[in-house]
């Protein structure tokens, strides 16, 4: 359920979920159990722009897993762990960890999102059949090609996750694919000032803050963009 209150934004919601979680897996002494808990908790913690924390968190979980030996458990933690070291700038920490795990096509995907190769990442979940992890790495490969200004690929990335993500109505991620939509057409019209920009700053303000943290780095690419957001 956690993962259902994240994608429709309820992140207080979220946490409690995981709160609760960490506290029957230390109860019921069920490690396994602990670490999906614990990835989840430090992923809504970095969606609610709480880095410091989902920082901590990450670095507790990753040292209970090189302790034990990245032992597999169902659900898989490792896509969580990697969308918070992605984003906090430690994908080595994700690869030092990769030398004592057992290869998966879960870690393998995970692996790709730590260092940024969304992409790769998408098409690793798409074959797996996790539809919600290859919607979120589309959104990633997205933001990745805008920045780029390579506009049409980040459409085709960015309209296979909005057409999941409107079929499941995970409003969080619509929002911030919509903000890319609008993005979008800033970038290929930078001195556009009219409505996409006014449906910009209305996306943003709208998003969460690390959710307006990205698309922000996506624009500051584009200076003229950023004029406008000021």
Same mark, same amino acid.
């Given at each position: ?73 169902? &659900? ?28 998966? &096509? ?45 506009? &049409? ?78």
């Amino acid at each position: 359920r956690a993962w259902i209150r994240l994608a429709s934004g309820n992140l207080q919601g979220a946490l409690d979920d995981t709160d609760t979680a960490v506290q029957l897996a230390q109860t019921a002494d069920s490690p396994y159990d602990l670490y999906w808990a614990l990835g989840v908790r430090g992923r809504i913690l970095l969606a609610a722009g709480r880095t410091q924390e989902a920082d901590a968190q990450a670095s507790e979980l990753l040292a209970m897993l090189l302790e034990r030996g990245a032992p597999l458990t169902a &659900p898989d933690w490792s896509g969580d762990l990697a969308v918070v070291l992605q984003a906090l700038g430690r994908a080595s920490d994700l690869q030092e960890l990769t030398r004592v795990w057992t290869p998966t &096509p879960w870690r393998q995907a995970a692996a790709a999102i730590a260092v940024g190769n969304f992409e790769y990442a998408a098409d690793r979940y798409g074959q797996i059949g996790s539809l919600p992890d290859e919607a979120f790495a589309r959104l990633g490969a997205a933001r990745q090609l805008l920045a780029a200004g390579q506009t &049409p690929q980040a459409n085709v990335q960015l309209q296979r996750a909005l057409g999941f993500y409107r079929q499941v109505k995970a409003s969080a991620y619509l929002r911030e694919g919509e903000a890319l939509v609008a993005a979008e057409r800033l970038v290929d019209n930078p001195q556009q000032v009219g409505r996409p920009a006014d449906e910009l700053t209305s996306w943003l303000a709208h998003l969460t803050g690390w959710q307006a943290h990205r698309l922000l780095q996506v624009l500051a690419s584009v200076e003229q963009v950023v004029t406008l957001l000021d």
